[in-house]
T-cell receptor, first 111, second 114 residues
Framework: SQQGEEDPQALSIQEGENATMNCSYK?????LQWYRQNSGRGLVHLIL?????REKHSGRLRVTLDTSKKSSSLLITASRAADTASYFC???????????FGAGTRLAVHP | DAGVIQSPRHEVTEMGQEVTLRCKPI?????LFWYRQTMMRGLELLIY????????DSGMPEDRFSAKMPNASFSTLKIQPSEPRDSAVYFC????????????FGPGTRLTVL
């Protein structure tokens, strides 16, 4: 597997606004996953998108994947203070099971 | 299911002491991972097991670190002797073959070495 690079490093928005964070990777993938980490807690799996998918939704989350640009984006709509967390992407390639995490995007949602 | 269980949740020890962290994966999962997270280095994969067998330990920082998985429901990460630079949050995660590598993380053990 390979490491994804999240951008921006930090994002600060008001409640109700949308938050968009991006992930870039280097080589072809089988799937890409997004995880959330609340302060002081373990990572929680949010959503997985396969290499043959372009867009996927889960509640207020929308993930897109552009394999030609080797990039993915995570959109959180109508953000809430509870969405304050760090968000990590994990591109999966080959048959390996391990995930390699980058620095993540730190999202702060202000009431 | 109770999820991945780690113990202790917090550990404070003095330099030179042996530290043992414990993990119980989700029942039925055949992969187990140990990570370390610090502000400076982020989230690092230390080692992972498949069916209790270590597959990749290239992330283990040095010989002071060792990990075992004596059975499918238990794993330990041991640091002997511990050093202040080992202070970090250590996470255990598990996953199931065929689940697209989705990993389930435990709550972590916050280790402080004085």
């Amino acid at each position: 597997s390979q490491q994804g690079e999240e951008d921006p490093q930090a994002l600060s928005i008001q409640e109700g606004e949308n938050a968009t964070m991006n992930c870039s990777y280097k080589t072809s993938i089988n799937n890409l996953q997004w995880y959330r980490q609340n302060s002081g807690r373990g990572l929680v799996h949010l959503i997985l998108i396969r290499s043959n998918e372009r867009e996927k939704h889960s509640g207020r989350l929308r993930v897109t994947l552009d394999t030609s640009k080797k990039s993915s984006s995570l959109l959180i709509t109508a953000s809430r203070a509870a969405d304050t967390a760090s968000y990590f992407c994990a591109p999966i390639s080959g048959g390996y099971n391990k995930l390699i995490f980058g620095a993540g995007t730190r999202l702060a949602v202000h009431p | 299911d109770a999820g991945v269980i780690q113990s202790p949740r917090h550990e404070v020890t003095e330099m030179g002491q042996e530290v043992t962290l414990r993990c119980k994966p989700i029942s039925g999962h055949d992969y187990l991972f140990w990570y370390r997270q610090t502000m400076m280095r982020g989230l690092e994969l230390l080692i992972y097991f498949n069916n209790n067998v270590p597959i990749d330990d290239s992330g283990m920082p040095e010989d002071r670190f060792s990990a075992k998985m004596p059975n499918a429901s238990f794993s330990t990460l041991k640091i002997q002797p511990s050093e202040p630079r080992d202070s970090a949050v250590y996470f255990c995660a598990s996953s199931l073959t065929g689940s697209y590598n989705e990993q389930f993380f435990g709550p972590g053990t916050r280790l402080t070495v004085l």
